[in-house]
């Protein structure tokens, strides 16, 4: 999804913007462009990765202190410079840079152009400025004009906004993810705190329909649904920078999948009160539903079972985007669970919107704090996993699950028993995440770089297991992986298996018995088995040493092919944190 970021204060803002542009790039892109206020707009902009952009075009020679920037993942409009952000109007003396979607500006272009305005795109943002430029020419100032066209927009957006002739920026959002930063040096805006985290770590979320003007000194917010100047609180995050930038490691993949040490203890450090609070609501509902996306499904599958088999627990596992489907017998005694790592996940957003609207509670387990996801629920728990860089979700997962898991321990009044057992798992994944380890992972990947097809089989929890180990290699290598449930593969899947085919087997102590013999049904027909197990087995041609940790299995027997996927991805030469066609946080339907 595209990044935005925009300054305005007393520092030199070109490096600024490129070294935000440069910490937005994990949101997945394919152009970016910069524009700078100095007696006038300087613009640069072009198709292809901000440092290629900047060998070409230079984007650190713009003198000036205040501008916007952008990274663009085309969704209206080809790839294309024009299409690249910032746009102007025709006069060029307004910018914008937009993330989100417009969903009524073929009709606004329509009007637009019938006015005489000239487009230079096809994208859906390219209408803001023009609608701004043709309100102003009826007599309206800057700051009126941009508030009108917001208001006829429909659809999402974060967008920042500049006048040539006015110095300050106007920032707005509306279902896609705006916050801004406050320093000694001037004023900050992005679509994500990574972006200005060097210079400030003081901060004031935006809610939707805001509207902020800043200043080189200040800074206001109206809101549109009031329709009047509303106060917004100065936060600050404890993320330490660091933490948003790769260190001594090559990708933020490796770093991040290392980081569950830590992080997997950190998910499970919550205000007692708060967990209380949630445990009751959970106690109160008549129907739960664990929704999410993606890698956050996958957690909320692996707690689907645990609650069902450690609590006796019927819940509605919904992925998000067929929640509508699902949504009608939902009421006011109804709770949704949703899980999501960016908080921003437009299907989650959609599910969770149509849940208030009857009237259920909504309980969300988030990693970034202030996103859309933690202001519209009634509560919500931090994965406190810092910021997660690298398209794929690892450590966000284990931390997904672990809170899950600690969350069934305290329904059945085990708190206590869960969280030393959680604690206990950071000598497993300390060792599972050591290099003695990557080693050994390494040789299974140069086995499989140049297969095609990978099969995955698991039951039980180790079902949700092989899902999420599946989609992790797809995701990152673009090896064609698919999961099973063990007992599915003799339902038609068999057909496909054909000597050499790789099959990963999960297995746990619980379901061991059972599992195998899918496992010879694959070997007997020529299948290369690799077995995730606590215990070695005859029928594995490759076994990887997991720790039997029982319903904290789904923890430590991702962690290996984590690990998988990250080498396959290096061993086949790609970028395992910016894998082709994907998004770090998907904010559209
Ligand atoms: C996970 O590796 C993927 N990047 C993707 O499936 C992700 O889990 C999904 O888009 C949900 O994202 P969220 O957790 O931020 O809602």
Redesign the pocket.
Known sequence: MCGIIGYIGSKNVAPLLFNGLKRLEYRGYDSAGVVVSQDGFHIKKDIGKVDEINQKLNLLDISGTSGIAHTRWATHGGVTKDNAHPHMDCEEKITVVHNGIIENYQELKRNLVTAGHRFKGQTDTEVIPHLIEEIMKRGRNFSDSTTAALKSLEGSYAILAMNKNERKIIAARKGSPLVLGVSDTGHFAASDIPAFLEHTKTIVYMNDYDVAELTDNSFRVFNLLENREVQRKIDSVDWDIKQAERGDFQHFMLKEISEQVETIQKAIQQDKKILDDVIQSIRNAHGVFLV?????YHACLEASYVLSKVNRMHVNVVLASEFPNYEHFLTSKSLVIAV???G??AD?LEAVKSAKTKGSKVISLVNVIGSSLTRTSDAFLSLNAGPEIC???TK?YTSQVALLSLMSYALSGKYDEGKKKLTYLWNEVYHLTSLSVREKIKELAEKLQDKDHLFLIGRGLQYATALEAA??IK?VSYIHAEAFAGGELKHGTMALIEKGTPCIVFVSEENEKEILSNAIEVKSRGGYIIGISPKNNEIFDFWIKVPEVHNENPIVQIIPIQILAYQLAVLKGLDPDRPRN?A???TVK
Do not use: F
């Not at 999410?292 to 956050?296: L, Q």
């Open positions: 999410g996306s993606g890698t956050s999501s790592q960016s921003e996940t989650v398209v794929l979700a966000s989609l992790k995701e994907l770090k946080s998907v």
